[in-house]
């Protein structure tokens, strides 16, 4: 007589709902790809896929970290070019892996989630097309630098020239020879500024609040190092495990608790705003809050252009705005043939404006009324099978985000994994631990140069309390390396005498 084997249990192939296709929806449909799973579905708003980096094509735009650092390690790229590589670099870089990994193939472009449901076990998401389908997963990867924000200027919509923000260029309008007028001072300001101002015939810089500069020089990587990065790939992993020990890791501990780090920094700051030899102009420069209370500006090459006849920093306040150009406090009319919003964006939105609607009809919207939150950066309470990637209190502030979301994406696999063996069929953080997890992070946020530093930034939100990872990186990857079962409420389907029910209880 012969035995065969039992078979193995059949494995459940999962329906994953992808919202967003820039770095982290990205990164979450390669490792899904990796791992044998195709049954997802990337939706992006945007005509194709790169995030931030197909929807910014300003002129002089870069990257401030480190190109080492700023890569799945899970897709290494040993051909970059520089230090600090150009945006159109970076967007080939995500253009390159969709196509290795075909994720265009998976995906619906210019459609944007407007409604996603938990019903009867499964998600029914919706889109502004009129697409409906069920998921069993909801993975949202919609971004932070998403939704512009443009300054409510009197006056604004009656401009003669040319307008737009830095996020939405214009590259029909041929800026040279112009009279160039750019509002806003963060790193696209910096970065603007370094591109408009040697061939404008004018170029006018509207500042509200200074902003700290840690000086930083870009350089290029000769072919005979991307070749030994190519022959010897784990080299290249050391240099950027070095990289990340030299940059990254300092000043993400700089940003956490006060020490040498953050001394360093500012010191480094303070000896930069010094290169300004005009008296008056370096004290016009000169921010009342200390560094990294605000994003730091990384660069170098700024203060010199105000040394030129053609360029001025305006820091008068902005009247209004008329056809002719721009009306400051001292009646000044600023005469402007091109005027560009570097006015950064709504970070504050996360998901929004999509609504979703967890098990119990909560909203997200009431669940954000009154401020955003989440649990451990990865999920919402009574909202199932939901993972969010950069979303609220992530540590967006001091690491790169590639290394965030590689964190919350392996957190997203290792559940993904667990239901396909039929550990679970829904799962969400409970209430208690959402709002246990959210007084730590309140108890721990006075130590961050964010609430000492003495500014209002983008990282706070409508409450006045940071939305932002109060620790170390380590402690995120800690956190979510393994999930804390009592956190959680499971539901499960059991069989008893071939009839199912379902279970609800915490792992």
């Known amino acids: 007589m012969v035995t065969t084997p039992a078979s193995a249990p059949q494995k459940r192939a999962p329906r994953i709902a992808i919202i967003g296709a820039g770095m982290s929806g990205v990164g979450m449909a390669i490792r899904l790809r990796q791992a044998g799973i195709d049954s997802f579905h990337i939706y992006e708003r945007r005509s194709d896929l790169g995030g931030t980096w197909f929807a910014n094509t300003y002129p002089g735009l870069a990257c401030d970290v480190p190109s080492r650092n700023y890569q799945y390690t899970f897709a290494p790229n040993p051909d970059w070019s520089q230090l600090h590589c150009s945006g159109s670099e970076i967007w080939q ?14 995906a619906s472009f210019d459609t944007e ?98 902003q700290w500069i ?53 010191g480094a700051c303070r000896l930069h705003l010094r290169t300004i030899r005009d008296p008056e102009l370096r004290k016009r420069f000169t921010p009342d809050y200390q560094p990294g209370c605000k994003r730091l500006v990384i660069g170098s090459g700024f203060y010199k252009l105000f040394q030129r006849d053609n360029v001025d920093l305006v820091d008068t306040a902005i009247v209004r705005i008329e056809p002719d150009g721009i009306v400051t406090a001292d009646g000044k009319l600023h005469e402007l043939d091109v ?10 939105l996360y998901l929004r404006p999509m609504e979703l609607i967890g098990a119990d009809g909560t909203k997200l919207s009431q669940l954000w009324d009154s401020r955003v939150h989440g649990y451990r950066s990865v999920a919402l309470p009574g909202f199932p099978n939901l993972f969010t990637l950069i979303g609220p209190q992530s540590p967006f502030g001091n690491q790169s985000l590639f290394g965030v979301a590689e964190t919350q994406i392996e957190f997203a696999m290792n559940r ?73 409420a499971i539901d499960r389907e059991t069989s008893v005498n071939g009839a199912k029910s379902t279970a609800s209880d915490r792992l």
């Open 93 to 106: 870089y995500f253009d390159d892996l969709g196509e290795k990994y075909r994720l265009r193939d998976s």
């Open 113 to 210: 989630v407007t409604e996603a449901r938990w019903e009867d076990g499964r998600w029914i998401v919706m889109t502004d097309r009129g697409d409906v389908a069920e998921y069993d997963f909801v993975i949202s990867a919609t971004g932070v630098l998403v939704r512009t924000r443009t300054p409510h200027i009197p006056g604004l919509e009656t401009f003669a020239g040319d307008r737009f923000h830095s996020a939405e260029w214009d590259h029909s309008v041929d800026v040279a020879g112009k009279r160039i007028g750019v509002i806003g001072t963060g790193s696209t300001g910096l970065q603007l500024t370094k591109a408009l101002a040697p061939i404008a015939s004018s170029f006018e810089l509207y500042q509200r609040t200074p």
């Open 214 to 266: 840690l000086p930083w020089k870009n350089f290029t990587y000769p072919k005979v190092i991307r070749a030994i990065h190519r022959r010897w790939p784990e080299l290249f992993k050391f240099e950027g495990r070095a990289w990340d020990q030299i940059t990254v890791k300092p000043y993400g501990n700089a940003m956490i608790r006060d020490g040498w780090q953050r001394r360093m920094i500012s």
């Open 339 to 348: 005027l560009v919003m570097a006015t950064g964006f709504d970070t504050q």
């Open 416 to 488: 993904i994994h667990e239901w396909t063996e039929g550990l679970f069929d829904s799962m969400s953080p409970t209430t208690d631990a959402t709002e246990r997890f959210n007084q730590e992070v309140r108890k721990a946020m006075p130590e961050t140069i964010w609430v000492t530093g003495g500014c209002d930034s983008w990282y706070m939100g409508p409450d006045g309390t940071p939305t932002i990872w109060p620790w170390s990186i380590a402690r995120h990857k800690e956190m979510l390396a393994a999930i804390d079962h009592s956190d959680w």
